[in-house]
């Protein structure tokens, strides 16, 4: 079986370690422990992570993130994958730093790399995995904060975070998605 896994960010150094990355960090934590290294690819770095009977292919868009739309759907029609073996990683204002919750579908809420991708598939019904990152900041000052490096308290955890980010990809490839939600969205 194969599997779509999609981290949204930003591609280059200047937005590598920001906030709106956690996606590309937590795919290039996967690639490592899975001895992988991402390549360029036509819309996106790719590799292929083999666990378990299963394939994972990972892609992180090289699009920038208002257009992660063309990319997913690019790889979905290339590798022949299914919306439902889909996951995409994105960060979430609207949950407390390093909170982790897997969905079946939702809305955009206002991120505009899902904005994109509901757009190019015409559905909101796609199995997504939230990370978040807080909301510390002013009126006004959403996309400084987004695009902002993590903080030296955030740091201390980010690691632990991303290593619970990466069992929730294997956990969806293997178990699925429903025991996945239950066996990881409350911690």
Not at 76 to 85: D, F, G, M, S, Y
Not at 115 to 121: G, N
Not at 151 to 171: F, H, N, P, V, Y
């Amino acid at each position: 079986m194969k599997y779509l896994i999609v981290g949204l960010g930003n591609p280059g150094d200047k937005y590598y370690n920001t906030r709106h990355n956690i996606g590309f960090l937590t795919l290039d934590a996967l690639a490592k422990a899975s001895n992988v290294v991402f390549e360029p690819n036509k819309l996106a770095d790719t590799c292929e992570v083999k666990y378990k009977g299963r394939k994972l292919i990972l892609i992180k868009p090289t699009t920038f993130m208002n257009l992660s739309g063309k990319a997913v759907n690019y790889y979905l029609q290339k590798e022949k994958i299914k919306v439902e073996n889909l996951l995409v990683i994105t960060d979430d204002l609207s949950l407390p730093f390093g909170k982790l919750r897997t969905k079946p579908k939702g809305s955009d809420g206002g991120h505009n790399g899902l904005k994109d991708i509901q757009a190019v598939l015409n559905s909101s019904k796609y199995p997504r995995l939230r990370f978040g990152i807080g909301d510390d900041f002013f009126k006004g000052q959403q996309v400084d904060y987004v695009l902002g490096e993590w903080t030296e308290e955030q740091q201390k955890t980010l690691e632990a975070r991303i290593a619970i980010a990466k069992d929730i990809i294997l956990s969806f490839a293997t178990i699925g998605l429903s025991r996945t939600m239950n066996s990881f969205n409350n911690k």
